[in-house]
């Protein structure tokens, strides 16, 4: 059984940044496609990133292309997120996931394995 732990989380002002970490335990990340998802109150859970075993392909969302990077240390069994020029929008529970597919839109529903999820804040 894979356990995720999500950390990195806190409050931050407009154009600052972020790097969230999931760190695995139980078993082994390198065989998983991860995902970051987010969560905000009275709204359905997103996907924001993916990123397939080797680590050399990554999806994202439009709301977050080019200011979010997500990256994996399969030797270190841990998932990033590097989150830039955050902005209040970004505001959520950001949780990290693994066991889903490497294609087509990222849906919750398709992956196995979950965090407990870290809160991330922007202020305005």
């Known amino acids: 059984q894979v356990r995720l732990v999500e950390s990195g989380g806190g409050s931050v002002q407009a154009g600052g940044s972020l790097r969230l970490s999931c760190a695995a335990s139980?078993?082994?990340?390198?065989?998983?496609?991860m995902a970051w998802f987010r969560q905000a109150p009275g709204k359905e859970r997103e996907g924001v990133a993916r990123i397939n075993p080797g680590g050399s392909g990554t999806f994202y969302a439009d709301s977050v292309r080019g200011r979010f990077t997500i990256s994996r240390d399969n030797a270190k069994n841990t998932l990033y997120l590097q989150m830039n020029n955050l902005k209040p929008e970004d505001t959520a529970m950001y949780y990290c996931?693994?066991?889903?597919?490497?294609?087509?839109?990222?849906?919750?529903?398709?992956?196995?394995?979950w965090g407990q999820g870290t809160q991330v804040t922007v202020s305005s």
């Open positions: 139980g078993g082994t990340l390198r065989i998983y496609n």
């Open positions: 996931a693994a066991g889903g597919s490497a294609y087509g839109p990222l849906r919750p529903s398709d992956y196995r394995y």
